[in-house]
């Protein structure tokens, strides 16, 4: 059984990069043909992708947020992370981390809120 759990990002103030880990239990995140990503949910809007690595290390973005947005793995925790820099009240979210979410193998972390505040 995998399972996806994002950390909490604490205090996040205007202009400051926002820092989520996503921890996987139950599968590789080295695997081949994987897919973790990672995708928010304002109040009131629609779910929106943000962005993934794949099994070999590959990282894509959304456009929209390309300039701000890095991804990186740590192997050895069997963890990826987000890193979105210069945060404003807009990025206030739920976030989650996901694996394959169009595929047969889809797996959501329960999600995390981060608010983006002074």
């Known amino acids: 059984q995998v399972q996806l759990q994002e950390s909490d990002p604490g205090l996040v103030k205007p202009s400051q990069t926002l820092s989520l880990t996503c921890t996987v239990s139950?599968?590789?995140?080295?695997?081949?043909?994987?897919?973790w990503n990672w995708i928010r949910q304002p109040p009131g809007k629609g779910l929106e992708w943000m962005g993934g690595i794949t099994g070999s290390g590959s990282t894509y973005y959304s456009p929209s947020l390309k300039s701000r947005t890095s991804i990186s793995r740590d192997t050895s925790k069997n963890q990826f992370t987000l890193h979105l820099s210069s945060g404003t009240p807009e990025d206030t979210a739920v976030y989650y981390c996901?694996?394959?979410?169009?595929?047969?193998?889809?797996?959501w972390g329960q999600g995390t809120q981060v608010t983006v505040s002074s």
């Open positions: 996901a694996r394959d979410p169009l595929g047969p193998l889809a797996s």
């Open positions: 139950g599968d590789s995140i080295t695997t081949i043909s994987r897919y």
